[in-house]
């Protein structure tokens, strides 16, 4: 069965450390694999998006993804991060047919200051 | 980018009665989707709205609970019907988009910025 695994429910980081946010799936064919960012009140934003090719993606805000076959992850990265990236993250694999749309459930970031 | 604009916002919903939200899209687009997302937990897709056909729910939701409207290529309404506290939740609107900037030419879902509802 299709399934996302973000295993870390809440983390927090210092203004200026680096992140690591976990991704692991479920997919029986080669997925679309996707991070959303959702900040209070907002709806969801796109990060990033890996469909082939470069298996380390650069997103906005400074994010990247590395897609590891191997290990069915897409764990985000950011280098340093800043107070404005408190936010709830979430990782979605999908495939052209948008209705096979899967999300993980989420991780909580606080940032302190 | 397409934008979508989701009303209401938020609101606060009597048991047993029931509330639409619209979902406006600022260009023609093929499918629309609902998704739920429920207290401290991830998105479920409730269903998809071609214009011009049927909604298609996903399993565990039924027409007569959520019945969807999508009377043109821009515009869809969810309702939730016979409100219950359990469906206190954020509802998305949420299309297929050709993303922008990094993500140029790359197919991805755009979201509203979502109608949260509180039953009591």
């Known amino acids: 069965a299709q399934s996302v695994t973000q295993p870390d429910i809440h983390i927090t980081v210092s203004e200026g450390a680096s992140l690591e946010l976990r991704c692991n799936y479920s997919?029986?064919?080669?997925?679309?694999l996707f991070w959303y960012v959702q900040s209070p009140g907002q709806g969801l934003q796109l990060l990033l998006k890996?469909?082939?090719?470069?298996?380390l993606v650069q997103g906005i805000k400074g994010f990247e993804a590395e897609f590891k076959r191997s290990q069915s992850s897409f764990n985000l990265r950011k280098p340093s991060v800043h107070w404005s990236d408190a936010a709830e993250y979430f990782c979605a694999v999908g495939a052209w047919d948008f209705n096979k749309f899967y999300f993980g459930s989420g991780t909580k970031l606080n940032v302190k200051p | 980018s397409a934008v979508i604009s989701q009303k209401p916002s938020r609101d606060i919903c009597q048991r047993g009665t029931s509330l639409t939200i619209q979902c406006q899209v600022d260009s023609q687009v093929t499918m629309m989707f609902w998704y739920r997302q429920q207290p401290g937990q991830s998105l479920t897709l409730i269903a998809t709205?071609?214009?011009?056909?049927?909604?298609?729910?996903e399993s565990g939701f039924v027409i007569d609970k959520f019945p969807i409207s999508r009377p043109n290529l821009t515009f869809s309404t969810l309702t939730v019907s016979n409100m219950s506290p359990e469906d206190s939740s954020i509802y998305l609107c949420?299309?297929?988009?050709?993303?922008?900037?990094?993500?140029?030419?790359?197919?991805?879902?755009?979201f509203g910025a979502g109608s949260r509802l509180t039953v009591l």
């Open positions: 997919y029986g064919a080669t997925p679309y």
């Open positions: 949420s299309v297929e988009d050709m993303g922008t900037g990094d993500q140029s030419g790359a197919n991805v879902l755009t």
């Open positions: 709205a071609n214009q011009g056909s049927e909604a298609t729910y």
């Open positions: 890996y469909f082939s090719g470069d298996t």
